[in-house]
């Protein structure tokens, strides 16, 4: 419901859907996001890509066009296939309807097009922070759900571009870009919560069924058709261990913008909100950092959970650490962890890092916003921007 998100997220999200599946495309205008692969690789992260398509989106709706996605470096791999090779839709729901992308993509090859305007690629000055204006200043009625060093956060002094940013989150610039994964990307995080759950899942499963499972299974070949199962329970979704906590740590090379926080930190944190609700003891931890993990077999009474990826040991920059893991398998295991920690109950994290500030704004806007978020830090200057 509307108390459990930020102000306006249904209406904005509704409304977005819209802007992106008129009913004629033919009349439709488009902005074109081009990836420039080598340029920008080796300078801004997954983070700041979806950051940066939270303006393009906002730019796209400010000229009245469709905002269309093309050659996004991250799904440049061979597990992106078909038409969704090299476009976002590989990880996520198409931005816009098949029919607006198809005719997108027929006049980028005619320069008629270009010459006239119907089609132009986004550029940096179309987009100077400016908030789309159709839904007034919802931002105002935002209240405080971020905690500091003991305190609420009161004064984001950017509290518009936070509330859009994250309007446009879950599937494209934040909620929208992100509002679904897409096959490939269910398919890979079905693998990953085998992985961490399934052993565990199985276990609880065996105690239910006790000595009775022959003739059940024997019953239910019988009787393949169960109107619970099939009507009622199949809307939820995959088992997780309930309830999780969301625990991402940023340490590395982001020292350069911010003071590195110890995991310690993080886990002092972890324990005032356990304070509050004592059976919080599943922690779902992403992080780039090898010695993260290690230490988290320290902590005695938490169980934690985290991707089978190669991790840093000691200091590298974020670009070089994901040239060394590859597209697929950095960008894979990116949106995995993505995915998971929105997912979760309760969040830790860490505001300085535009991953957690990703993960925060997933959680305004997915009914979670009462969940609240504890930082080590608070936002940092490229973020107030």
């Given at each position: 419901?509307?108390?459990?998100?930020?102000?306006?997220?249904?209406?904005?999200?509704?409304?977005?859907?819209?802007?992106?599946?008129?009913?004629?495309?033919?009349?439709?205008?488009?902005?074109?996001?081009?990836?420039?692969?080598?340029?920008?690789?080796?300078?801004?992260?997954?983070?700041?890509?979806?950051?940066?398509?939270?303006?393009?989106?906002?730019?796209?709706?400010?000229?009245?066009?469709?905002?269309?996605?093309?050659?996004?470096?991250?799904?440049?791999?061979?597990?992106?296939?078909?038409?969704?090779?090299?476009?976002?839709?590989?990880?996520?729901?198409?931005?816009?309807?098949?029919?607006?992308?198809?005719?997108?993509?027929?006049?980028?090859?005619?320069?008629?097009?270009?010459?006239?305007?119907?089609?132009?690629?986004?550029?940096?000055?179309?987009?100077?922070?400016?908030?789309?204006?159709?839904?007034?200043?919802?931002?105002?009625?935002?209240?405080?759900?971020?905690?500091?060093?003991?305190?609420?956060?009161?004064?984001?002094?950017?509290?518009?571009?936070?509330?859009?940013?994250?309007?446009?989150?879950?599937?494209?610039?934040?909620?929208?870009?992100?509002?679904?994964?897409?096959?490939?990307?269910?398919?890979?995080?079905?693998?990953?919560?085998?992985?961490?759950?399934?052993?565990?899942?199985?276990?609880?499963?065996?105690?239910?069924?006790g000595t009775e499972w022959p003739r059940a299974r024997n019953e239910s070949k019988r009787n393949p058709s169960n109107p619970m199962e099939e009507h009622v329970w199949s809307d939820y979704g995959p088992w997780m261990p309930r309830p999780l906590l969301?625990?991402?740590?940023?340490?590395?090379?982001?020292?350069?913008?911010?003071?590195?926080?110890?995991?310690?930190?993080?886990?002092?944190?972890?324990?005032?909100?356990?304070?509050?609700?004592?059976?919080?003891?599943?922690?779902?931890?992403?992080?780039?950092?090898?010695?993260?993990?290690?230490?988290?077999?320290?902590?005695?009474?938490?169980?934690?959970?985290?991707?089978?990826?190669?991790?840093?040991?000691?200091?590298?920059?974020?670009?070089?650490?994901?040239?060394?893991?590859?597209?697929?398998?950095?960008?894979?295991?990116?949106?995995?962890?993505?995915?998971?920690?929105?997912?979760?109950?309760?969040?830790?994290?860490?505001?300085?890092?535009?991953?957690?500030?990703?993960?925060?704004?997933?959680?305004?806007?997915?009914?979670?916003?009462?969940?609240?978020?504890?930082?080590?830090?608070?936002?940092?200057?490229?973020?107030?921007?």
């Open positions: 419901g509307d108390d459990d998100n930020i102000p306006l997220t249904r209406r904005v999200q509704r409304d977005i859907w819209l802007h992106q599946h008129p009913k004629n495309c033919t009349d439709a205008r488009f902005l074109l996001a081009l990836w420039h692969h080598d340029e920008t690789r080796d300078s801004v992260g997954v983070g700041s890509d979806m950051v940066s398509m939270a303006g393009m989106l906002g730019a796209a709706l400010l000229q009245g066009r469709v905002f269309i996605t093309k050659d996004y470096h991250g799904a440049r791999h061979k597990g992106c296939t078909g038409s969704n090779h090299a476009r976002w839709s590989c990880y996520f729901f198409p931005e816009a309807s098949e029919e607006c992308m198809e005719r997108a993509l027929r006049l980028v090859e005619q320069k008629q097009a270009w010459d006239e305007g119907i089609i132009k690629e986004f550029s940096g000055d179309q987009w100077n922070g400016e908030i789309p204006s159709f839904w007034g200043e919802p931002w105002k009625a935002m209240r405080p759900t971020v905690g500091v060093k003991d305190k609420l956060m009161t004064n984001y002094h950017a509290n518009h571009r936070r509330w859009w940013r994250a309007q446009a989150s879950f599937s494209f610039a934040l909620r929208y870009l992100t509002r679904f994964p897409s096959e490939y990307l269910c398919n890979l995080l079905n693998k990953e919560r085998h992985r961490a759950f399934g052993e565990e899942v199985a276990k609880l499963v065996l105690k239910t069924l969301s625990i991402h740590v940023r340490q590395g090379d982001k020292a350069s913008e911010m003071r590195v926080a110890s995991f310690d930190e993080y886990m002092k944190l972890a324990n005032v909100l356990r304070k509050r609700f004592p059976h919080v003891r599943n922690v779902w931890l992403s992080t780039e950092m090898q010695n993260v993990v290690d230490e988290s077999k320290e902590y005695k009474g938490w169980k934690f959970y985290y991707s089978d990826v190669p991790r840093q040991v000691g200091t590298i920059r974020m670009a070089e650490y994901m040239a060394l893991l590859g597209d697929k398998q950095g960008f894979d295991t990116a949106f995995i962890n993505l995915v998971m920690a929105a997912e979760c109950d309760f969040f830790v994290g860490v505001l300085g890092s535009t991953w957690s500030y990703i993960i925060d704004d997933l959680r305004m806007t997915s009914g979670k916003l009462k969940a609240g978020f504890l930082s080590v830090n608070s936002i940092n200057g490229l973020l107030r921007k």
